[in-house]
T-cell receptor, first 109, second 114 residues
Framework: GEDVEQSLFLSVREGDSSVINCTYT??????LYWYKQEPGAGLQLLTY?????DMKQDQRLTVLLNKKDKHLSLRIADTQTGDSAIYFC?????????FGAGTRLTVKP | DAGVIQSPRHEVTEMGQEVTLRCKPI?????LFWYRQTMMRGLELLIY????????DSGMPEDRFSAKMPNASFSTLKIQPSEPRDSAVYFC????????????FGPGTRLTVL
């Protein structure tokens, strides 16, 4: 299909790991991104991965890329209440940038 | 740098009125993007500029929507006349030199059309 797809909601308990999944559309995507949107705020770039990488780790964040399945995931270790937000997956292809609809992560104490 | 600046942060208007949203990109960034975010459709790219020139406006929903970038430090998104279904958060973003460079988003303008 033409859409970057993500599940809309995820709920976890504080201290657990969160895994947010995304499927993208084009195997020629050059970069794949994760953005975070906190309530009432704009999008902030969390991390990105170049398409020739399988994994990228940055503190509590781990990005996994499966090019064969066009699947991208974001794992947040030791999830905190401050991680509650909407997380957007995005891909860049040629002259286009496509975003998923966002996954709303709720962290329960 | 202060980041991408948008104004106003909130706008409430009546159906039929003209609405103008403003954006100041990060200095030195060549690309500027306008997005719309709604619960139903998520984040949608409306239009983007490269060096002040509109490149792709295929995401602009109707002729009621228009965008300009008169110089490298300022862009507007205008809706005339506005309709209730235009209610959304409108984001402006800018990126450095290539379309694949990271985009930096402004805080958004929450538009409510009554």
């Amino acid at each position: 299909g033409e859409d970057v797809e993500q599940s809309l909601f995820l709920s976890v308990r504080e201290g657990d790991s969160s895994v947010i999944n995304c499927t993208y559309t084009d195997s020629s995507s050059t970069y794949l991104y994760w953005y975070k949107q906190e309530p009432g705020a704009g999008l902030q770039l969390l991390t990105y991965i170049f398409s020739n990488m399988d994994m990228k780790q940055d503190q509590r964040l781990t990005v996994l890329l499966n090019k064969k399945d066009k699947h991208l995931s974001l794992r947040i270790a030791d999830t905190q209440t401050g991680d509650s937000a909407i997380y957007f997956c995005a891909e860049s292809i040629n002259n286009d940038m496509r975003f998923g609809a966002g996954t709303r992560l709720t962290v329960k104490p | 740098d202060a980041g991408v600046i948008q104004s106003p942060r909130h706008e409430v208007t009546e159906m039929g009125q003209e609405v103008t949203l403003r954006c100041k990109p990060i200095s030195g960034h060549d690309y500027l993007f306008w997005y719309r975010q709604t619960m139903m459709r998520g984040l949608e790219l409306l239009i983007y500029f490269n060096n002040n020139v509109p490149i792709d406006d295929s995401g602009m929903p109707e002729d009621r929507f228009s965008a300009k970038m008169p110089n490298a430090s300022f862009s507007t998104l205008k809706i005339q006349p506005s309709e209730p279904r235009d209610s959304a958060v409108y984001f402006c973003a800018s990126s450095l030199a290539q379309l694949t460079d990271t985009q930096y988003f402004g805080p958004g303008t929450r538009l409510t059309v009554l």
